[in-house]
């Protein structure tokens, strides 16, 4: 596997050697200080980014690298140079790259003519490397014995829900996915994706439309913004009655077990898809999530660098 395109193209033995090395990444963040030493890393974005920006640039200092960071309208791709050009000219100069942007079709276009390693740092369908982050977390929180625990979404059915399915499926876990029906459920490619996968891996894929029913017994209630980069803005009103019901808030934490934890990608709306008592409260693990945001994106350039990764 040359890149980390999307979240379903990791298999198993990917994501626990990922999340291995991470979990080093977290005790010792210098441990492969020349894994990229005399190299550079492009991390190019046309969407906006605090974690995953941070997080990338830091991750390729601690291996040993240099991070060139590009915005979207830095490159000449903005003036017609092809996505194909541009990845082979990035090649040349650069051992890894990491971009976040609209079109999914566009991040693998470029890993198709790339030479070297693409990572999806989030496109309007996907987010591989938060989910990365977000097992890193659970795993400290409930251990890699998840069998009979409930990880359950509630929200919007955006590239957040997509990835929080795929990923869930890859570790053979009880996922739960909670949307309004109709336009902000997710998308069915990726329902099927994770059904398809999840019936290697015996994972249990619930596409729900109950946030109650839901949040029922969950060891995970994880949720994400209403409005994400690049929507509609005059579909706000429309959007934010129609999720209103799924905000995560005392009640639903009240409905989820007894030792369940509060997860968020972040950056989140206090007052909209999460009361700010239940973000900020003792419950809450997003600042050791978001954390693990440079743990695990320097594990996947690890190991993508080296060629270790063998996808599904
Ligand atoms: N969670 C996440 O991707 O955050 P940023 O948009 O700040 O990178
Ligand atoms: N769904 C959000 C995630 C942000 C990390 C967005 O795409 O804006």
């Given amino acids: 596997m040359k890149d980390l395109l999307r979240t379903a193209d990791l298999s198993r033995a990917d994501v626990d050697l990922l999340l291995d090395t991470a979990a080093q990444f977290a005790q010792n963040p210098l441990r492969s200080k020349d894994a990229l030493a005399n190299r550079t890393v492009a991390i190019y974005m046309t969407k906006p980014s605090t974690r995953t920006r941070l997080a990338s640039e830091s991750a390729v200092a601690h291996l040993g690298g240099t991070p060139i960071f590009l915005r979207g309208d830095d490159l000449q791709i903005g003036r017609g140079e092809t996505i194909a050009d541009t990845a082979r000219v990035i090649s ?71 990835a929080w399915l795929a990923m869930g499926a890859i570790l053979g876990a009880h996922v739960v996915v909670s949307t309004p029906t109709g336009k902000w459920a997710p998308d069915n490619d990726a329902i099927a994706t994770a059904r398809k996968i999840a019936d290697s891996t015996g994972a249990t894929i619930e596409v729900d439309h109950d946030p109650e029913n839901a949040a029922k017994g969950s060891s995970v209630l994880y949720t994400d913004v209403w409005m994400s980069m690049g929507d509609p803005e005059n579909e706000r009103a429309e959007k934010l009655k129609a999720l209103a019901p799924y905000q995560v808030n005392g009640h639903l934490m009240g409905l989820a077990e007894k030792d369940a934890i509060f997860m968020h990608c972040l950056p989140a709306h206090r007052g909209e898809e999460v009361t700010a008592d239940v973000i900020d409260g003792a419950r809450s693990h997003i600042w050791r999530e978001a954390f693990h945001r440079r743990t695990t994106i320097q594990s996947i350039m690890y190991h993508l660098v080296r060629g270790e990764l063998k996808g599904r």
């Avoid at 990491?98 to 369908?125: C, K, M, W, Y």
């Avoid at 890193?136 to 069998?147: H, P």
């Fill in 92 to 162: 040349g100069f650069c051992s890894a790259m990491l971009i976040r942007t609209f079109a999914q079709s566009d991040v693998d276009e470029l890993g198709l003519h790339a030479s070297i390693p693409v990572i999806n740092g989030l496109t309007d369908v996907d987010h591989p490397t938060q989910l990365l982050a977000d097992w890193a977390t659970i795993r400290e929180v409930f251990g890699t014995d998840i069998a009979g625990r409930k990880f359950t979404y509630v929200g919007d059915g955006n590239n957040m829900a997509h």
